[in-house]
Each structure stands twice: as structure tokens, then as C-alpha cells.
């Protein structure tokens, strides 16, 4: 089982709608979790961190932490064609000092 | 202009060649990483330091050898021993131990001929 899973995709959507990207991790002990967005060729940017259970707004990103169930997601509201980008989901597993990746979902936002 | 610079971008070498990527950071942040990156894939751990003149292994440290003598700098060297050693390669430094985000360079593309 892989530390941090997420689905590859691509995960398609019109433009306007809700883009709900999903990330499983394996280790209970981890305590800050990541999202970053990467546009091909270019290095990650963070787009949110969530650090207890709940949801955490951020103008059109909501983060979702469920430790009981170790799922972390990222919704993202009026998908935009600039969102279309690789989300990549990382967990500070362990709560040591090294964050560790999913292989990233690609986003498709549609005209 | 506060940042991660990492140099070169872009880096063709042939096979059997030992190189050289450099990152250095003006942020003062203690902790400082080496993620590889393949094609479709998620960033993979290879070294780490969290204080000058100490460095840890990550998950695909074999082929690779790191330094760090000062806190601005911690440069990789991909040996010959790498046996695919095409990849991005990215840089990244951490402010806040255990919790914080990390934060990266513009990465170094390599391509061994």
C-alpha cells in the first residue's frame, strides 16, 4: 500500500462546476497535510494546508481532513480553465519532518 | 528577491558523468529537500538536511550524494551510479519543522544522453 494515494485521472469538468479531488494516506500518526498545484513543466505551489479535522475555506478552495477515516480532499467551487493543472497531496506522515506525495491528480476544466 | 534559485534549468549530460545541480535559498529557513520527479508521477524524496553539516537519506538516495555546508545551499550530485537519472529535480526548503509547507524552486531538468 502506498503511503499517500490519490486517483491519476484526468477528472474532468465544466467550467463553473465543482472539482472534488480525493487523497488517502496510510499512516494515523501524520499531522499536517498539503495540497499543491502544478502546471506541467513547472514546480508545485501550495494551494492549502489543513492541519485538523473539518473544513477549511480559502476563497474558492475548501480542504477536508478526516483523520478517523485518513482521507484528506480539496474541493475547488467555479472551476475556472486556469485551475486545469496536476493537484498533488502531501502528508506529513509520521509527523517527522518529511512530507511524502501522491502521484497527483490531473484537472481538466472544460469550456 | 527572496527565493530558491536552483541553476541550471535545463542540463543534458552523457551517460556516465558525474553532475552537479545547485539550489540556494535567501529565505533562512533551516530545513532544505531534494525531490526527483518522473514523467506522470508524484515527487519522490531523495535527500533531506535540517541543519548545516548533517543530511539524511531519503527514499531513492542511491546514485546521488548531497552537502551541506552552508545553511544558503545545498547543491546534488548525480553520479554515475544513478542508473536513470533523466528527471526533474526540485528543490525545496521548510521553515517550520514537522508542520510547514515547503517551499520549492523553479527545478533543474536533466537528460543524460
Known amino acids: 500500500q502506498k503511503e499517500v494515494e490519490q486517483n491519476s485521472g484526468p477528472l474532468s469538468v465544466p467550467e463553473g462546476a465543482i472539482a472534488s479531488l480525493n487523497c488517502t494516506y496510510s499512516d494515523r500518526g501524520s499531522q499536517s497535510f498539503f495540497w499543491y498545484r502544478q502546471y506541467s513543466g513547472k514546480s508545485p505551489e501550495l494551494i492549502m494546508f489543513?492541519?485538523?479535522?473539518g473544513d477549511k475555506e480559502d476563497g474558492r478552495f475548501t480542504a477536508q481532513l478526516n483523520k478517523a477515516s485518513q482521507y484528506v480532499s480539496l474541493l475547488i467551487r467555479d472551476s475556472q480553465p486556469s485551475d486545469s493543472a496536476t493537484y498533488l497531496c502531501a502528508v506529513n506522515a509520521g509527523g517527522g519532518n518529511k512530507l511524502t506525495f501522491g502521484t497527483g491528480t490531473q484537472l481538466k476544466v472544460e469550456l | 528577491d527572496g527565493g530558491i534559485t536552483q541553476s541550471p534549468k535545463y542540463l543534458f549530460r552523457k551517460e556516465g558523468q558525474n553532475v552537479t545541480l545547485s539550489c540556494e535559498q535567501n529565505?533562512?529557513?533551516?530545513?532544505m529537500y531534494w525531490y526527483r520527479q518522473d514523467p506522470g508521477q508524484g515527487l519522490r524524496l531523495i535527500y533531506y538536511?535540517?541543519?548545516?553539516?548533517?543530511?539524511q537519506k531519503g527514499d531513492i538516495a542511491e546514485g546521488y550524494s548531497v552537502s551541506r555546508e552552508k545553511k544558503e545551499s545545498f547543491p546534488l550530485t548525480v553520479t554515475s551510479a544513478q542508473k536513470n537519472p533523466t528527471a526533474f529535480y526540485l528543490c525545496a526548503t521548510r521553515g517550520q519543522p514537522n508542520t510547514g509547507e515547503l517551499f520549492f524552486g523553479e527545478g533543474s531538468r536533466l537528460t543524460v544522453l
Open positions: 489543513i492541519y485538523s479535522n
Open positions: 538536511s535540517q541543519i548545516v553539516n548533517d543530511f
Open positions: 529565505l533562512n529557513h533551516d530545513a
